[in-house]
């Protein structure tokens, strides 16, 4: 058997990577003996724009420098685990597209779209729908799939290109809302899937001794990661430092106590048992903390990154965990003090026996619902 996985697992994001790994994990416990590849293609998100390593206009050229560097060594690094652990196909533009291309895709028998945001956009320039939907007359399910933000206008031809999935699991609340609402897909087709990264065992993953001395017993620690132009990032972690934490980031941030900005995706995983408290803009750190059993304050500021309602990916995974008080949206905002407010009583917001029930319950969920994809499969 030959499948086909289409999600994004380029640069040096971690949670992009681990989410692949967690699509190839699954398909793995499905089909033990199948060949398994990856897509390779342009990054669309690069093309738009996001990044995780634009510039810090109040940065110095030594910081921008330091910055750059330490983000060209992660991505070394994640190159060799890429190189080690996937398998990748020719590259092909998922907005433009050949005949050719059409035909090196249907050579597999299953095509595995998702997970992360790989459906937050869904035409070319010509109004082509993008591989990434997966137009083709394959064989398909949405697997953890997302379209968050779902900020563009779908046109008829993508509910029939959804509809024709075999199996629709989609990752959040944003992104089923948009499917039935905007599509027309039956809302009783949609299975509500838990992320990828969830198929991979957390213990698995340490930081190195060296990097972990770091963490001295007695102190309290904030995993404190943000793009470097978050408009707030100096006042909310010198606001953090302010109320007792040790502020820890894992890209480099000069307004940081320690910066773990040369390691990789699994030291990344591993970094989480050792912090305190988790404030951040980013899905994945939401997950990796919730999944460690931390308290997580996620934080949306940028308009790219969330729905024209307010809605976003961040907010969807603490609803998930019922701590959706924890998520605060800071778009054009200067006050950070209701986040150190959530700070200063986490331990009366935070519930982690209700965290750990519902890491139990994604637990099982997870199994279930590969059980049902092979029934749907046949």
């Known amino acids: 058997m030959k499948i086909l996985i289409i999600t994004f697992t380029s640069g040096n994001n971690p949670g992009t990577l681990m989410q692949g790994l967690g699509v190839q994990t699954a398909m793995q416990k499905m089909y033990p003996n199948a060949q398994i590849d990856f897509l390779k293609f342009p990054d669309f998100k690069s093309n738009l724009g996001a990044s995780f390593e634009v510039r810090d206009k109040n940065s110095s050229l030594w910081q921008t420098f330091r910055q750059k560097a330490a983000s060209a060594y992660r991505l070394m690094k994640y190159n060799k685990l890429r190189k080690q652990l996937m398998t990748f196909t020719p590259a092909i533009d998922l907005f433009k597209y050949s005949k050719e291309d059409e035909a090196v895709l249907e050579q597999y ?19 082509k729908v993008g591989m990434n939907w997966m137009p083709l007359n394959v064989k398909k399910v949405y697997f953890a799939a997302s379209a968050s ?3 563009f206008e779908p046109k008829e031809d993508l509910k029939r290109v959804a509809g024709d999935a075999v199996f629709i699991g989609l990752r959040d609340n944003l992104t089923i809302n948009f499917l039935v609402n905007k599509l027309g ?49 100096k006042e909310l972690a010198d606001a953090i430092r302010s109320v007792g934490y040790t502020v820890v980031a894992t890209a480099y941030n000069p307004y ?42 996620a934080i949306d500021w940028d308009p790219n990154r969330f729905s024209k309602g307010g809605d976003s990916k961040t907010l969807r995974i603490l609803e998930d965990y019922g701590m959706e008080k924890m998520h605060f949206n800071l778009c054009d905002k200067t006050d950070v003090s209701p986040v150190i407010e959530c700070l200063k009583n986490i331990e009366t917001l935070y519930d982690k026996h209700l965290v750990a029930e519902k890491n139990a319950e994604i637990q099982k969920n997870i199994y279930d619902i590969l059980e049902m994809i092979k029934r749907k499969l046949g």
């Open 109 to 127: 028998d299953l095509v595995v779209i998702g997970s992360d945001t790989i459906l937050e956009e869904a035409y070319g320039k010509d109004g």
């Open 149 to 151: 933000p779902a900020n």
């Open 185 to 233: 897909i039956a809302k009783e087709r949609i299975v509500k899937q838990p992320d990828p990264s969830y198929f991979l065992d957390i213990k698995d993953f340490k930081l190195s001794r060296k990097l972990a001395a770091k963490f001295k017993s007695g102190k309290k620690y904030a995993l404190y990661d943000f793009n470097s132009n978050f408009p707030l990032r």
């Open 256 to 297: 940081a106590d320690i910066c773990l900005d040369t390691i990789d995706a699994f030291e990344w995983a591993g970094v989480f048992p050792l912090i305190d408290v988790i404030v951040t803009e980013r899905f994945h750190d939401s997950v990796f903390g919730l999944r460690n059993g931390k308290p997580v304050i």
